[in-house]
């Protein structure tokens, strides 16, 4: 079945450590997205992705940085920089950039102690 | 920039009854897309309908439509016959030149 997948679905960490969240997606999707949820806030972009080896900030993009070396894969490192890890992550993705619906994975709910 | 309001955090509806969510949003845009997502407590971001600026007639997917009124920048989204799967987090989103989330609505229907 095509979708995407995001592990671990829990995660933990201690503070000052870096931590990768992984997404993969076998839907020959072009855009790839990470969103991080906090409660009452909804989502918020933090990167995305239009093709292979280019990415660009979304609104919260401090503390974290990505890759995308393949088109199936886009991790997110969460760095000892970012203030306030601690939150529920999803990773999105669709077939172009513009006027299509976004696919969700299951998210990562890390926390940070 | 763009906003998406969603002016009720919480609802509850009684089983088999009709909800209606709210949803306004903000943009100089002129062609955008509209959508509604449901996220239940599994937290898996489910798609429930989307709605095209350029067609007037409202969406409907099965139990769930939108009323969507461009002019007033408004698009709530009617679910009828509510059942206890209904129960969820819904989320207004914007698609214009990026995708803008509201902050959701949780519904909760009951038996």
């Known amino acids: 079945d095509g979708g995407i997948t995001q592990s671990p679905k829990y995660l933990f960490r201690k503070e000052g450590q870096n931590v990768t969240l992984s997404c993969e997606q076998n839907?020959?999707?072009?855009?790839m997205y990470w969103y991080r949820q906090d409660p009452g806030q909804g989502l918020r972009l933090i990167y995305y992705s239009q093709i292979v080896n280019d990415f660009q900030k979304g609104d919260i993009a401090e503390g974290y940085s990505v890759s995308r070396e393949k088109k199936e894969s886009f991790p997110l490192t969460v760095t000892s920089a970012q203030k306030n890890p601690t939150a529920f992550y999803l990773c999105?993705?669709?077939?172009?950039?513009?006027?299509?619906?976004?696919?969700f994975g299951p998210g990562t709910r890390l926390t940070v102690t | 920039a763009q906003t998406v309001t969603q002016s009720q955090p919480e609802m509850s509806v009684q089983e088999a009854e009709t909800v209606t969510l709210s949803c306004t949003y903000d943009t100089s845009e002129s062609n955008y897309y509209l959508f509604w997502y449901k996220q239940p407590p599994s937290r898996q971001m489910i798609l429930v309908i989307r709605?095209?600026?350029?067609?007037?007639q409202n969406a409907t997917e099965n139990r769930f439509s939108v009323n969507f009124q461009k002019a007033a920048k408004s698009f709530s989204l009617k679910i009828s016959d509510s059942q206890l799967g209904d129960t969820a987090m819904y989320f207004c989103?914007?698609?214009?030149?990026?995708?803008?989330f509201g902050k959701g609505t949780l519904l909760t229907v009951n038996p």
């Open positions: 999105a993705s669709t077939p172009g950039a513009g006027t299509y619906e976004q696919y």
């Open positions: 709605q095209e600026a350029y067609k007037q």
């Open positions: 839907l020959n999707h072009d855009a």
């Open positions: 989103a914007f698609l214009g030149y990026k995708l803008t």
